[in-house]
């Protein structure tokens, strides 16, 4: 693979692998389109499965819409075939309130159509999950070392593979050329020195989507990202602003990015700094070390001696230091 004139010219594999990885995601939209085609149907029968179920094609709510297009009209009886977690007391009620409607044969002959064409296309999609695992099989390592990041399993590593290849810091510089390639960078507009809010851009049509995806599977486990992301959201107006949380995801999406670059570069998996890695990053050891670091770049050579007020911790990072040893051109 190459980049030239802002684009990536892969191999003749490669571009195997990302043909059948731009198809499969097309096959998943087109899926969830005719999903919401089947939801649109029951809503217009009167039938609120989809307030009450979180997942309209799970297997009880399938079961369900199977019983409704067979006749069964009796909500209690078509909420009996509840599962797993369903089955309590108040979502079984809520399920045979939901599931009493208005549905005639013309709404069994919508979702049958809609049934058929959502098991078609589950089908292609698991078709096409086994072709693209055979074509990626040569990057193999490559596959390994992106799936020990949060959120990417072998969709979006193939994806990766597939868009960006197995080596991107053979064509990008940096992180941040690749990120300003697959349009994650956000814009840089200044007026009259005041840097106002800029958008990313509209390129990355199979990438970006693709990093996203994975930012909001990486943020549910308990780990670093998940604390960047409560932290962004904080900074940006709320966990009740939506624009918030969008503008937080991005920026996980594009430390994902980072992540990814850095570890094929290095060709070592991915170390998880911890949940609490803002904790100790912040607490007064860490601080002091950091700060002790910076002054010895500042002044190379020097010895750094901490002076803690009296009465106070030991280990309270304090804003004097006294620099001793230092040569008097450096300080100068």
């Known amino acids: 693979m190459r980049a030239a004139a802002g684009f990536c010219l ?4 490669l ?3 990302r043909d059948l990885t731009r198809y499969r ?16 149907a029951l809503e217009s029968a009167g039938i609120k499965l989809g307030s009450v179920a979180s997942d309209i094609t799970g297997k009880g709510p399938s079961a369900m819409i199977d019983a409704l297009i067979d006749g069964e009209r009796r909500g209690p009886v078509m909420a009996d075939l509840a599962q797993g977690r369903a089955r309590t007391a108040a979502k079984m009620a809520d399920l045979s309130m939901a599931l009493e409607g208005r549905f005639t044969e013309h709404h069994a002959m919508l979702c049958r159509l809609h049934r058929d064409a959502i098991r078609n296309y589950d089908a292609a999609v698991s078709d096409l999950d ?3 695992a055979q074509k990626a099989a040569p990057w193999q390592r490559e596959t390994g070392l992106l799936k020990t990041i949060p959120g990417f399993g072998d969709v979006v590593a193939q994806a990766w593979i597939a868009e960006i290849g197995p080596a991107p810091h053979q064509w990008f510089p940096s992180p941040g050329k690749l990120a300003s390639w697959v349009t994650l960078a956000p814009g840089n507009h200044v007026s009259a ?5 800029g958008k990313t851009g509209d390129a990355g049509t199979y990438v970006k989507p693709m990093l996203v995806q994975a930012a909001w599977s990486a943020i549910k486990g308990r780990n670093w990202l ?7 959201v904080r900074r940006m107006g709320g966990a009740r602003n939506p624009g918030a949380r969008k503008k937080a995801i991005l920026a996980i999406a594009h430390t994902l990015l980072k992540i990814a670059y850095a570890v094929l570069k290095s060709g070592r998996p991915y170390q998880e700094p911890g949940a609490d890695f803002y904790t100790r990053r912040e607490s007064p050891v860490q601080r002091r070390a950091w700060l002790e670091a910076q002054i010895q770049q500042l002044y190379p050579g020097c010895a750094v001696t901490v002076t803690p007020p009296p009465g106070g911790p030991p280990d ?4 004097e230091a006294a620099l001793t ?3 008097a051109s450096q300080l100068t």
Request: charged share 35%; aromatic share 2%.
């Open 316 to 319: 309270a990072p304090t804003p």
């Open 15 to 17: 571009k195997e692998v």
């Open 25 to 40: 995601m097309k096959t998943v939209q087109a899926r969830t389109s005719e999903i919401q085609r089947q939801h649109k």
């Open 10 to 13: 892969p191999s003749a594999e």
């Open 130 to 132: 086994q072709r693209i």
């Open 325 to 327: 040893s230092c040569p």
């Open 226 to 232: 998940q604390a960047r992301y409560d932290r962004l």
């Open 193 to 197: 020195g005041k840097r106002k809010h």
